[in-house]
């Protein structure tokens, strides 16, 4: 959730994104690695979660189980999880409000495109961090454990899919999470002078609204999957079992 460059009272609006540069103290290291976060290992995690794990989930139940059985079977689950996912992501979402809190976006008085963009980073990430927290809790923290049968990971999301509530909380969450972190790379680099220039930029953007889509779209596809195309699966752990040891379902 870096930021954007804002304008004062009657400047010109600002193009583009400027680098970040040293500053005082401890900030410049903190956005540094704020901004870092965001891409290493926050957005790994959402590359794995969404275009990987979940897209799984379109060739049926059991292939999504044996997904959850492999990443389940990975040696020092709980410390992977603990330093490569929950640590970092607490960090940059905390991080991430207190730049909210500290920004000003000029939005009312100067709606051009670039304080868009930053409001629009700002309350994404925030929808990001609450749909992420749930979504975390229901599956790891509660219910049945998935990390000793995992046949029951399929069942337990598509339970809650038929919850119209929650159902809508994950569409908001799923397009929040990948507009977040696609429109994160692009501030990524241009904040780190990888991409520089204003031409190179937009042309960059561009590429960024596009993996924007890509990551929606597999997302919305996996969760309209779960809910349409497979009957209710059950979540218990006989049920879950015998999901777990079948077969891999082919591709359609």
């Not at 991080?95 to 930053?118: A, D, K, Q």
């Amino acid at each position: 959730m870096a930021t954007s460059v804002s304008t004062a009272p009657g400047s010109a609006a600002v193009s583009g994104v400027a680098p970040l540069r040293a500053g005082q103290g401890t900030s410049f290291l903190l956005r540094r690695l704020h901004s870092l976060s965001g891409i290493v290992p926050v957005g790994a995690f959402l590359i794995e979660h969404i275009l990987i794990s979940n897209s799984s989930i379109l060739n049926g139940p059991t292939a999504y189980a044996h997904q959850v059985r492999f990443l389940a079977s990975l040696p020092m689950v709980p410390l992977l999880e603990l330093f490569g996912i929950w640590l970092p992501i607490l960090f940059h979402a905390l991080y991430g409000f207190y730049i909210w809190y500290r920004g000003e976006s000029n939005l009312i008085s100067y709606p051009w495109t670039g304080n868009w963009m930053y409001t629009a980073q700002r309350w994404t990430g925030g929808i990001a961090f609450a749909y992420i927290a749930f979504h975390t809790y229901t599956l790891r923290f509660s219910g049945i454990d998935l990390h000793v049968h995992p046949g029951a990971s399929f069942g337990k999301v598509q339970a809650e899919l038929f919850s119209a509530p929650l159902l809508l909380f994950y569409v908001v969450g799923l397009v929040a999470a990948s507009w977040h972190f696609a429109y994160g790379i692009w501030l990524f680099t241009a904040k780190w002078g990888i991409v520089s220039g204003e031409k190179a930029q937009k042309r960059f953007l561009a590429v960024c609204l596009a993996f924007f889509f890509v990551m929606s779209g597999v997302g919305l596809a996996s969760l309209y999957t779960m809910r349409a195309r497979y009957a209710q699966q059950a979540t218990d752990a006989a049920g879950a079992d015998q999901i777990e040891n079948a077969k891999p379902a082919v591709a359609e």
